[in-house]
């Protein structure tokens, strides 16, 4: 399905990482989690194919919510199969699960019977939510699951998928489903917007999750979109808002809106982790077709424009981080003092890495770089664009090379 290359192939390696784990004799619960339209389906069922009669795939993806009474009785099919004389032992997916109500506790029990009887029956679970998913696990599952994070798709999978070039991936994003209707760009549009956007703040967030202003919600994302990778306050976003609530609401709802991958508030980064969570936060968005689908720009339009394109380049290398991050590849800030600024800080372990994002060929002057630099002398500097690395070398290099010697 993907490259071989080290970038490239990361959901390909996730699809191997989740085989060999099925195929060994200890029992953990698989948990494959990530936004929409990332592949968890294609990825799982592609797994499960060499497993025939033994695999058994359902979806809770339905309007009507599946209850705990269908999942125990997708279970007991998959357990009818794994006691099958000859069988090795079976597997059961089921998708959607956050959208069952109390599944966690459900899987808990069935889990542990299997494990007491002695079924040989492997389990993976998937899920659109990650925020969702979590609790459950955290609640009930402790000690007895492994997770497997799918992101938005990299350059080099939508170049080896599809075909696409630096520019292409800049406007189009990292959507596979969306990547056949770029030759119409009403039809991606509208797929982006109906299809994802839509599909996920109605099914991923307001059906699972209690919001109180579902329209100040949508709102919000709006706004995040229109000012990804910039520094907003929340009272500067209660401005702009038509149904303001208050910064806590908004805050909340930010994070609901991480959760589904859509757009994420960055933190500034500090010495002090009380600081950063009381932080301005800078709006990013995880996957740049959600800021041009709802820009009313064309291609060529973005390209042209010069601070649109700028502000593309920036969100696109800042998606790029945060779903490394959000596949725990690292942590993800940004940094202010004054009108200095270092558009991402990126941390793992002790290591930082200070990177700024040029989207033209002249390299001006980095007085933020310099500042940060003087004060954590341990960082890394790394300039993206102009005559620092390439934005396609960057994509095409795990976020980890950075951190090296």
Not at 44 to 63: I, K, M, N
């Amino acid at each position: 399905m993907l490259s071989n290359s080290e970038s490239g192939g990361f959901a390909r390696r996730q699809a191997g990482v989740l085989d060999a784990r099925l195929r060994e004799p200890r029992r953990f619960i698989q948990v494959v989690g990530g936004p929409r339209q990332v592949g968890k389906t294609t990825l799982v069922l592609q797994v499960l194919g060499p497993w025939g009669q033994r695999a058994r795939y359902a979806s809770a993806d339905e309007p009507a919510l599946r209850d705990r009474a269908w999942l125990t009785a997708q279970w007991e099919g998959a357990r009818a199969a794994a006691r099958q004389p000859g069988h090795p032992g079976a597997v059961l997916a089921i998708d959607e699960i956050q959208k069952i109500s109390g599944w966690s506790e459900t899987v808990k029990a069935l889990w542990d019977e299997d494990t007491r009887t002695g079924v040989p029956l492997q389990v993976v679970l998937l899920g659109s939510s990650p925020l969702l998913v979590q609790r459950g696990l955290g609640d009930s599952l402790a000690g007895r699951f492994e997770a497997i994070a799918l992101g938005h798709w990299r350059l080099a999978e939508m170049r080896e998928a599809f075909g696409f070039s630096l520019d292409e991936f800049l406007y189009f994003g990292g959507y596979p489903g969306a990547a056949p209707l770029i030759g119409d760009l009403d039809r991606w549009t509208r797929y982006v917007r109906d299809a994802l956007v839509e599909t996920t703040i109605a099914r991923d967030v307001l059906l699972l999750t209690r919001v109180d202003k579902p329209g100040l919600l949508r709102q919000l994302f709006d706004l995040a979109c229109r000012y990804s990778g910039q520094v907003l306050s929340f009272t500067k976003m209660l401005g702009q808002l038509q149904d303001a609530g208050n910064s806590t609401t908004l805050a909340h709802y930010l994070d609901l809106l991480g959760a589904a991958g859509m757009v994420v508030g960055l933190q500034k980064y500090s010495g002090s982790a009380v600081r950063r969570r009381g932080s301005i936060p800078k709006l990013q968005v995880l996957n740049t077709a959600l800021l041009t689908a709802l820009s009313g720009l064309t291609p060529d339009e973005a390209r042209e424009q010069r601070e649109f394109r700028g502000r593309l380049v920036e969100s696109a290398v800042g998606a790029h981080l945060a779903n490394a991050a959000a596949a725990n590849e690292c942590e993800l800030f940004y940094w202010r003092e004054g009108q200095r600024e270092v558009d991402f800080v990126v941390t793992r372990g002790p290591g930082v890495v200070a990177i700024e994002v040029k989207s033209g060929r002249r390299r001006d002057a980095l007085p933020g770089l310099d500042a940060f630099l003087r004060r954590v002398e341990h960082a890394r500097p790394l300039l993206v664009g102009a005559d620092g690395v390439s934005l396609e070398e960057f994509f095409d290099t795990p976020v980890s090379h950075w951190f090296r010697s």
